[in-house]
């Protein structure tokens, strides 16, 4: 075979030592593809300006001439070295710190190349780098790639070695993206992008390089997810359901309700893919309150009644405890048994547990994400259910492959997505919308109002609490501080406690054991307490239909998508529900997020307004960890590029001869080396 610069090991580059080579593995460099990928972030502009363009307070490159004697002071150790200069026609001061040596250079007359940070009112420059021409030093003129370095790399030595490893291996650089993207968009080839982020000629050139590699890494990463969901599609190695009609509307009439059309067609689209021979890798959206629980319970009804066991992913104890409950009620008719494996499940439970699992006599668990990894073995498992925090990765599919499983999956987001993004983001998947409510739902009614009011919402709370209903307030966020949560939550508790000395008031938050925890969510199911003191642990799928009162403390402090989450608490019964938010917001984002909130109820229109204040980096940032780290690309600024990207690929893989033709080989092999193929041939 021959060798591809992505085998070569760095320490063939010269000037690459022993110790050195050490340091670059712990960056993550261990070939030279790894090197010449490892662009810089930003560059140190040594192009001269002239004095008449620059701001105070501006770093500048100078060509200037030495014209006075250089003259040194020393202070309790340290240094401080002026010497006039000119660059025609202005004079000004250039100064050194503690680099004394520098005196003997500055002889009148020679020409200087001086970088640092301009002072206008003291005409003077702060030098923290220079060059003599008469030297033919290089730095002058051109922009200066920065990289991220550390312990014995240093900037000039990264530099060093890249333009080493370019000399060397540059015309190694294979073009990767086929001829016609090349055409479309008229990129410069691959070698001379890389080549070109490096060492800028211009900044022109350099965007061009990097226009050309932001592209192909969002270029890749589409083809990746979509052809993974083409090749799932066709591969037909998933389990084949078999349950039949009858056995599943049984089950779904024996529940309290009747499905909303929105759940029955994606009841519809779930059984499909069940009992199709490829593995099912589904989204469900929804907005908060729409009924998705009841989907998930279906898929796991129909696998049992295929003969397969279920899995069923939730992030918090809480609601893994709250799900154990809802469908062991709705399953015990038909014979259907349900375990529980979370952190607290230890010991004998724990093994007990886990052995019913393996020999079958457990058909669906609920926990959380341990519940897929290391000693967890199921006699055969069809379905895993999950949510979008633990949205399934290739490396969950590959630690269930490793151990005999290729379960069908359907991934569960309260957070809607709009749909062009959903498709971007989650191009691997199938995506099912749950896009009404069940029916009989009052609205929620949100007010905004400022903390002076709080006698106010304190009557709204007893009101609500006499006529037998359930409120949750929600303590502020402090994001540097748990502890200071903590401590606000168990303040305001004493506070609403002295205050309602008639009603239970309970606490709940992050530093509570998950037993704790558990008893004061089953006090406040029950309607034992009325009030529930929490900070946001209450947020995700936490369902007690009889509360109807939310009040979130200095709402301000929480993102849009999170206070639809916190608000979905409430609204999920037959009664009109209320949701307050208490803030004096400082900023105009702040103050927008409230109006917002006040102004829809529609998580679809909530998620489309964050995504407008937020932009798509950081709307992802929080909730998604699937998202690849891009080297170059950001999701905010070349949202664009990624469209485009998602749409080229769609129409290269509707193409047959993607599958065979030549032109395409860089990319069925970079597909076959993704860990995401484990190796399957693309020809
Ligand atoms: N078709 C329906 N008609 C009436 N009530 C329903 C219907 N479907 C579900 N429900 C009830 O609506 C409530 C909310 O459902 P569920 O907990 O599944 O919501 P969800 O989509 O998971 O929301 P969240 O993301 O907020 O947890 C539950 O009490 C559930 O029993």
Redesign the pocket.
């Given at each position: 075979m021959t060798s591809t610069i992505d085998t070569i090991e760095v320490k063939t580059i010269t000037g690459v030592s022993a110790q050195k080579l050490g340091e670059l593995h712990a960056f993550g460099v261990f070939t030279v593809k790894d090197l010449l990928e490892y662009y810089p972030f930003r560059y140190e502009d040594y192009r001269p300006r002239s004095l008449s363009e620059i701001k105070h307070g501006d770093k500048v490159t100078l060509e200037a001439k030495v014209i006075g004697i250089p003259v040194l002071q020393r202070f309790g150790g340290k240094s401080r070295l002026s010497c006039k200069m000119i660059a025609e026609p202005w004079m000004f001061t250039a100064t050194w710190f503690n680099r004394h040596y520098v005196r003997e250079q500055l002889t009148v007359g020679r020409e200087i190349v001086l970088i640092g940070k301009w002072d206008q009112k003291r005409t003077q420059i702060t030098v923290t780098d220079y060059e003599f021409p008469d030297r033919g030093e290089g730095k002058t003129g051109t922009l200066q790639p920065v990289y991220s370095v550390g312990g014995k790399i240093t900037q000039s030595w990264i530099r060093k070695i890249i333009n080493q490893g370019l000399q060397q291996f540059g015309d190694m650089i294979p073009e990767i993206l086929p001829h016609s993207i090349m055409r479309k968009y008229d990129f410069m080839p691959r070698k001379r992008a890389i080549a070109t982020i490096h060492q800028p000629v211009d900044t022109r050139e350099g965007q061009q390089g990097r226009r050309r590699m932001v592209y192909e890494e969002l270029f890749l990463f589409q083809l990746k997810v979509q052809s993974f969901r083409v090749l799932n599609r066709g591969r037909m190695d998933g389990v084949v359901h078999t349950v039949d009609n009858t056995t599943v509307r049984q089950f779904v009439r024996s529940l309290?309700?009747?499905?909303?059309d929105a759940?029955k067609h994606v009841e519809l689209e779930i059984l499909h893919d069940m009992r199709s021979p490829y593995c099912m890798n589904r989204l469900l959206q929804?907005?908060?309150?729409?009924?998705?629980?009841?989907l998930a319970a279906i898929a796991l009804f129909a696998t049992v009644k295929s003969g397969n066991q279920g899995a069923f992913m939730v992030p918090t104890e809480i609601l893994a405890e709250q799900h154990l409950r809802?469908l062991a009620k709705m399953f015990e008719p038909f014979g259907v048994t349900v375990g529980l494996l979370t952190g607290s499940v230890n010991g004998r439970k724990r093994k007990d547990l886990l052995a019913a699992l393996q020999m079958g006599m457990i058909d669906v668990v609920i926990g959380t994400h341990a519940l897929i990894q290391e000693d967890v073995f199921f006699r055969g498992l069809g379905v895993v259910v999950t949510d979008e925090q633990h949205r399934f990765g290739v490396n969950q599919r590959s630690v269930l492959r490793r151990k005999g499983y290729n379960p069908d999956v359907l991934t569960?987001t309260?957070t809607p997505i709009p749909r062009t993004l959903a498709i971007t983001v989650f191009g691997d998947m199938d995506v099912s919308t749950?896009s009404e409510r069940?029916?009989?739902r009052i609205p929620i009614t949100t007010y905004w109002v400022k903390h002076d009011l709080m006698e106010r919402v304190l009557k709204l709370i007893s009101r609500e609490i006499d006529q037998g209903r359930q409120a949750y307030l929600i303590c502020p966020l402090i994001e540097e501080s748990e502890k200071l949560d903590v401590q606000n939550a168990i303040d305001l508790h004493i506070q609403m406690g002295q205050a309602f000395p008639n009603y239970k008031v309970g606490l709940l938050h992050g530093r509570m054991t998950p037993s704790e925890k558990d008893v004061v969510m089953r006090a406040f199911y029950s309607n034992e307490l009325q009030l529930l003191i929490s900070t946001t642990v209450v947020e995700?799928?936490?369902?007690v239909?009889n509360a109807t009162l939310m009040i979130i403390m200095d709402a301000d402090r929480f993102g849009l998508s999170q206070l639809h989450?916190l608000r979905?608490?409430v609204g999920?019964?037959q009664n009109a529900s209320y949701c307050v938010l208490v803030a004096d917001p400082k900023s105009e984002i702040g103050r927008e997020r409230m109006t917002a909130m006040t102004e829809t109820d529609d998580g679809f229109e909530i998620s489309r307004r964050d995504l407008a204040l937020r932009g798509p980096g950081d709307f992802f940032g929080t909730k998604q960890s699937g998202l690849p780290e891009f080297r170059l690309a950001d999701m905010t600024a070349d949202f664009e590029v990624l469209e485009q990207a998602r749409d080229d690929v769609a129409e290269l893989l509707r193409d047959v001869a993607f599958w065979t033709s030549p032109d395409f080989a860089p990319l069925r092999n970079y597909l076959q080396n993704e860990q995401i193929f484990q190796g399957d041939l693309m020809d």
């Open positions: 309290p309700f009747e499905l909303t759940q929804g907005d908060v309150g729409s009924g998705k629980t009841v809802s569960m309260a749950l069940p029916k009989g995700v799928g936490v369902d239909p989450q979905g608490r999920r019964g």
